[in-house]
């Protein structure tokens, strides 16, 4: 009878033992859950706070876009319109356009602008173009690694008489653009614009970009 009662608490101990073992388990597994989920409700969070804090900002973006190139009587001159909500500052632009030098022969007409008043929401500035002030040529792009648009337009487009870029910043310092095609639509003289591109957050302006130029 002794012997099998000592037996019996061998056994019970042995299930004692693995109940506890799966308890141990359990409880660890819980643990590597746990903590992966928090790592995850933190990576959300630190998303959705990047998300918010981007939404917040570029409610304040400017979007600046040209309105009227007057070209006679000389000297050049563009208005630019302030459709966005924040205060654009930091003005700068440039003007570039093949121009016929010769039957079979274009060289490339660099002009530049700078506005050295901000531009406010629903508000305009006119500016006048300087020639060759700038030290960008017909290789310039603007933007980033996955979008970039040339500073120059196509050689040998027919409608397409300037290709105007400005960059600017907003109250936060961020740098914004846009890229515009100013186009000469029939013989009797009606003109457009064509939007190429609006840019946002760039990693450098012009002031950069030329400052890059000079560099080199």
Excluded: C
Excluded at 126 to 144: P, S
Aim: charged share 20%.
């Amino acid at each position: 009878m002794t012997i099998e009662y000592n037996g019996q608490i061998d056994q019970r101990k042995a299930s004692g033992t693995v109940l506890s073992d799966i308890t141990t388990l359990i409880a660890a597994v819980g643990s590597v859950i746990a903590a992966i989920s928090g790592i995850i409700i933190i990576f959300i969070t630190r998303r959705q706070l990047a998300l918010a804090q981007k939404a917040a900002l570029d409610v304040f973006r400017p979007v600046i876009y040209p309105t009227v190139l007057e070209h006679e009587p000389s000297p050049l001159t563009i208005t630019f319109r302030n459709v966005g909500l924040g205060l654009a500052s930091n003005i700068r632009g440039t003007i570039f356009a093949w121009r016929t030098t010769s039957p079979h022969e274009e060289s490339l007409y660099r002009l530049s602008f700078r506005i050295d008043m901000p531009i406010p929401k629903d508000e305009e500035r006119k500016t006048t173009v300087v020639e060759n002030e700038t030290n960008l040529d017909g290789m310039a792009h603007v933007g980033d690694t996955n979008h970039s648009y040339s500073l120059t337009p196509k050689r040998g487009a027919i409608d397409v008489v300037w290709r105007v870029t400005i960059t600017y910043h907003d109250i936060f310092g961020r740098k914004h653009g846009g890229v515009f095609d100013y186009l000469m639509r029939n013989p009797v003289g009606n003109s457009d614009w064509r939007t190429v591109a609006f840019l946002t957050e760039l990693s450098a302006d012009i002031d950069d970009m030329e400052g890059g130029a000079a560099r080199t």
